[in-house]
């Protein structure tokens, strides 16, 4: 209601953001003649449908962001961390494994080399022992033949002595 004119206001003056009746609105004296003016339901409908864009805009937005993206991110960058520890994973158990298999050769080499030494040493060992027991063998046969007066042994002992001696001697 107009205080002024005690009429309905059936106007919106949008310079002066008041609700006018229509005699406000079509005196000749009024200042609103001059001014942009529209219906009041008009300008009510404008103004509930503004509202209700604004209110579809702010729900977007609040969707949006209640969808909480850095959730995602987080997610996705710990995905990312995982792969990246599963691919250094797997270059440093190959590494591992290639050097495990390095070790592995080098002391079966190693192993292989220092027994080979050990039967290299070993076998002459044996030989060495051989030759001895049989010198010792012959002195003993050459002593027996000596005790019998056997000149015929006694040589022939001799000489195997002295054939076993070079062969000691080496
Ligand atoms: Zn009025
Ligand atoms: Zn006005």
């Not at 006018?20 to 509930?48: E, G």
């Not at 962001?65 to 792969?83: C, D, F, I, L, M």
């Not at 030494?117 to 010792?136: H, I, P, T, W």
């Amino acid at each position: 209601m107009c205080h002024v004119h005690n009429y309905l206001n059936d106007f919106f003056c949008l310079q002066c953001h008041r609700e006018i009746c229509s005699h406000c609105l079509f005196m000749a004296t009024s200042p609103h003649q001059s001014h942009d003016t529209v219906r009041l339901k008009d300008y009510l409908a404008s103004v509930l449908r503004k509202s209700k864009d604004f209110s579809q805009m702010c729900a977007v937005v609040q969707r949006k962001y209640e969808r909480r993206p850095s959730g995602k991110v987080r997610e996705a960058v710990r995905a990312k961390e995982q792969a990246l520890c599963k691919l250094v994973d797997k270059h440093v158990d190959r590494a591992v494994a290639r050097l495990r298999e390095v070790q592995q050769r080098v002391k079966r080499e190693f192993s292989a080399m220092l027994y080979s030494n050990v039967q290299q040493v070993e076998g002459c060992q044996d030989s060495m022992l051989r030759k001895a027991k049989r010198g010792k063998e012959l002195c003993l046969h050459l002593g027996r033949a000596a005790d019998k007066a056997k000149v015929r042994d006694i040589v022939e002992a001799a000489k195997a002595i002295e054939v076993a001696y070079t062969e000691l001697d080496q």
